[in-house]
């Protein structure tokens, strides 16, 4: 058996080759890459470095030549482009023979939701089910890697702002998520056709806010941003204007308890509860 992962030089995709590292051998493995010389260490290791574009059909269906099975990675750019590429990919896999498609979709996968990027995934989902291919649908739910990013205005101001009211989310790390897509991939026929919830323990950001407290020794509390003046912010950093836009209605979203939702999915593809917040927190402040 052989397993593609695309974007295996990203965030997700690295992680997810080192869970894999753990499970199959390294001639089991191909990474689809944009850019080959980022992937020399990976290549060391004997891993199978292939150039993918999803921007360019014979390119993808060039890297998905004799993969058994492949995994999808979501890029970073706005909806309509990321729709046409998560098509071209899934055309590519198909016209490649590929047998069998792992997709990292999204915990609220629906085209009306106020996370724009929702829409993809929503999208992605359906056109892999009506492609023929078996598949695994894993929905991930929000990483509580992305909490960091305003620790440090916290620990220097006292507030951890967002324009979240009340609502919570159901946070799950980055590293888990990757080893649960490791899973899948290693064991495909234990998975076909499957749609997995993939979340952590719904958290307020107020007790989100205590636990940095605690973890620090900072006198930090939750400020509840005016939905505005948190977009103005975004906006200010330079942001390209649909990641403002998505972040935003992710907001919106959390008020509206879309994210609450939770699952023992994690636990059944893994074995294991997934890292609470809690402990992830005070793991990366120490």
Do not use: C, W
């Not at 995709?13 to 980022?38: C, E, F, M, W, Y």
């Not at 891993?47 to 890029?75: E, P, Q, W, Y």
């Not at 729709?83 to 071209?88: D, E, L, N, V």
């Amino acid at each position: 058996m052989k397993i593609l992962v695309t974007g295996a030089t990203g965030q997700l995709g690295s992680l997810v080759v080192k869970h894999l590292l753990t499970r199959v051998s390294a001639d089991q493995i191909a990474a689809s890459v944009r850019n080959v010389a980022k992937a020399q260490e990976m290549a060391a290791k004997g891993i199978d470095v292939r150039h993918g574009d999803f921007d360019d059909l014979a390119l993808m269906t060039n890297a998905f030549k004799g993969i058994d099975i492949a995994l999808i990675i979501s890029g970073e750019t706005d909806v309509e482009t990321r729709i046409k590429q998560h098509r071209t990919a899934v055309d590519a896999a198909k016209a490649a023979g590929v047998s069998h498609l792992v997709y990292t979709s999204f915990i609220d996968a629906r085209p009306e939701s106020p996370f724009t990027y929702a829409a993809i995934h929503a999208d992605t989902e359906s056109y892999i089910k009506a492609s023929g291919l078996s598949f695994t649908l894993l929905r991930n739910s929000f990483y509580t890697d992305l909490l960091m990013a305003g620790v440090p205005h916290a620990l220097e101001t006292g507030d951890f702002g967002a324009p979240a009211g009340n609502g919570k989310v159901s946070y799950i790390p980055r590293n888990d998520l990757a080893e649960a897509v490791a899973a899948v991939l290693a064991n495909p026929a234990d998975h076909v056709n499957q749609t997995y919830e993939l979340s952590g323990t719904p958290i307020g950001f107020a007790d989100i806010a205590a636990i940095i407290a605690n973890a620090t020794g900072k006198d930090i509390r939750y400020a509840d941003l005016p939905p505005e003046v948190h977009t103005g912010i975004l906006a200010s950093f330079g942001l390209p204007g649909h990641l403002v836009e998505a972040l935003s209605g992710m907001y919106v979203g959390t008020r509206n308890g879309d994210y609450e939702q939770t699952s023992d999915d994690f636990a059944k593809v893994v074995g294991r509860a997934p890292q609470s917040t809690a402990d992830f927190l005070k793991e990366a402040l120490k």
